[in-house]
């Protein structure tokens, strides 16, 4: 079993920053690509960010110069640093990884539960 487990969201006000983690725990033999999605309210889940195992990063336009992935590989762990915060951020924000549980099976992606994000005054 693999569990993704998130943290770090809440309400902040505009310009503000938040930063979001998500740690993988359970059977891991590998983890490749690790990302952040959102879906706000009435819209289709979309990519905010996501981040290579070898640390090459792509982001969403309108994310770019305002947040920040990062990862720990020998915690599991990825980050998402945001700052600059808009209302227009707001969103549920879920946390992907790609990995393997075992040298036999095969790659698959797993989500996290969510975290919400509020930007508002």
């Known amino acids: 079993q693999v569990q993704l487990v998130e943290s770090g969201g809440g309400l902040v006000q505009p310009g503000g920053s938040l930063r979001l983690s998500c740690a993988a725990s359970?059977?891991?033999?590998?983890?490749?690509?690790m990302g952040w999605y959102r879906q706000a309210p009435g819209k289709e889940r979309e990519l905010v960010a996501d981040?290579?195992?070898?640390?090459?990063?792509r982001y969403t336009d309108s994310v770019k110069g305002r947040f920040t992935i990062s990862r720990d590989n020998a915690k599991n762990t990825v980050y998402l640093q945001m700052n600059s915060l808009k209302p227009e951020d707001t969103a549920v924000y879920y946390c992907?990884?790609?990995?393997?549980?075992?040298?036999?099976?095969?790659?698959?992606?797993?989500w996290g539960q969510g975290t919400p994000v509020t930007v508002s005054s």
């Open positions: 981040i290579a195992s070898g640390g090459s990063t």
């Open positions: 992907n990884a790609d990995l393997r549980m075992s040298i036999l099976s095969t790659r698959r992606e797993y």
């Open positions: 359970g059977t891991i033999f590998s983890i490749y690509g």
